[in-house]
């Protein structure tokens, strides 16, 4: 017998479901054809080729198109881009999660009030870059070895936001690192509710089973903070992006599986991984273990 | 031969010299006698017997005098006292720690701003029993253990400062803590720069000598996390208030002594503690080494 175990808090956060029903409503509502999103509405390759089908595709550029209507994605949008789309004919619906929104407001609200904007996440994220760009001279610090950019900021004040995936540990570790260089700290914890939940529950899960599978785009940054923060935990933790990716050498010897899925990463592909487990413990090693 | 060593930042800092000029102002010009200080003007004892040698005199309660001048101590006096001086036909002379005023008025101006205020420092030390009067339910964590307290706050915004002489390692450890509670978290660093200096250096020096002595009151909060500090460093520290505690069993088999005093602890005490070291040294330990 094989088990498989889903971590309680996994997969279709908030901002995710809410952006997939906002590009149905799109797709069904008779928008201006063709539909665009700028960049992928999220981080999940498969769910974006679904999309594609349905005639929604990913822009990079929007010099690149003059009609049809444009989906702002879920991480949000760049200043200078939203700035290009008011002055264009595009139509635009807005689908940046709701706590990133929160998270940009926040952004403004402290260089209004004369803080120092330091952003806590990925250099080149989106989310990141649409952040940095609400306000000018925001730094952004990836890890505890990019800390000598504040060294630049001026004032003894500043505030600090996070990418609304980051974990929480590196977050307060980076606090506790700028806290040496300046008197006046404002800390506003924009880490989402769905992001602690999921790395709470894949942590708890990952320390009770033998292999540890985190499901999602291998470009989205809170299924790679799943897998970094598992990997601790369970020596036997794997990132795939589809269930094509296990491999019968990743099950031999293992009795319980856990899986813990990023905030993008739809339940069709996790339903996929559960059932291809199961097919090649039956088909492949069942009975290797009789013999 | 037995080396001593002073670490660079040691003794008295700005604020309790400048206590000392007051007092010197006070007992000179005359003012009206006589001449009282709230609570022992700083932690030092042998200080403040020799300041009741001049004539001034440390109270407790107000209520026991009706005339004469009274001086506030370096830590800051509680807002009761400070009413009933008002209505007291007492004179007032103010000798707070400028540093400790600051950090008064950045307590009220949280309270203003809407934020919960919780203190990083001694529950019963007289600064920070004068930090938490200035506004209505100030909460005081003094260590990890009593983080339970800040359970009772209502509302997402929490303003932190800490007493003048915390070490940053306490109220860093604290500030993360309490962001596990709190979306917003407005840190205002209140250690003062005697206080980090005269750490690092009794930390750096501590690393150097086979023993290390902290010179200072035994009721002084600053000191006593000098010692702290230090012996996690220096196996051989020991806190005495006088030359008089240095023993001969302290000193066997060492070659290189550091001395590190707290921001009340007068030179002179630190130069008695000096000279007693070579004095036993030469009286009882040399010729030992010599057999």
């Known amino acids: 017998m094989i088990r498989v175990y889903v971590a309680k808090h996994s997969g279709f956060c908030f901002g ?37 089908e349905r005639g929604v595709t990913p822009l990079e550029d929007i010099n690149d198109i003059n009609e049809g209507t444009v989906v702002l994605r879920t991480h949000g949008v760049e200043k200078r881009f939203l700035e290009s789309l008011k002055r264009s ?6 689908a940046t999660c709701p706590f990133v929104s929160r998270a940009q407001d926040y952004v403004k609200k ?4 004369g803080y120092n904007v330091i952003i806590i996440g990925e250099n080149n994220h989106p989310e990141v870059l649409a952040l940095k760009s ?4 925001a730094i952004v610090i990836e890890n505890g070895d990019e800390i000598s950019k504040i060294k630049s900021l001026k004032g003894s004040k500043v505030g600090i936001v996070s990418q609304t995936t980051q974990s929480i540990e590196n977050f307060k570790g980076l ?8 008197k006046e700290v404002l800390v506003i914890n924009t880490i989402c509710n769905a992001t602690s939940q999921r790395q709470e529950s894949a942590i708890a899960l990952a320390g009770k089973v033998d292999l540890m599978l985190i499901v999602g785009g291998k470009n989205s940054g809170n299924t790679k903070r799943l897998y970094t923060l598992c990997k601790r935990i369970a020596k036997h933790t794997h990132h795939i992006e589809t269930a094509k990716e296990i491999k019968k050498s990743m099950l031999r010897n293992v009795k319980n599986v856990g899986i813990a899925a990023g905030a993008s990463t739809p339940d069709w592909i996790v339903n996929d991984v559960k059932t291809n487990i199961k097919k090649i413990y039956k088909e492949e090693l069942k009975n290797d273990r009789k013999r």
Request: aromatic letters at 6%.
């Open 16 to 52: 995710v479901k809410r952006a997939m029903n906002i590009i149905d409503d799109v797709a069904k509502k008779g928008k201006k054809k063709p539909i665009y999103t700028l960049g992928p509405i999220i981080h999940n390759p498969q769910t974006v080729d679904k999309l594609k």
């Open 89 to 94: 004919n595009l139509d635009v619906i807005d």
């Open 110 to 113: 402290l260089k209004e009030n």
């Open 134 to 137: 609400q306000v000018s001279g």
């Open 175 to 182: 606090v506790c690192l700028i806290m040496d260089y300046f």
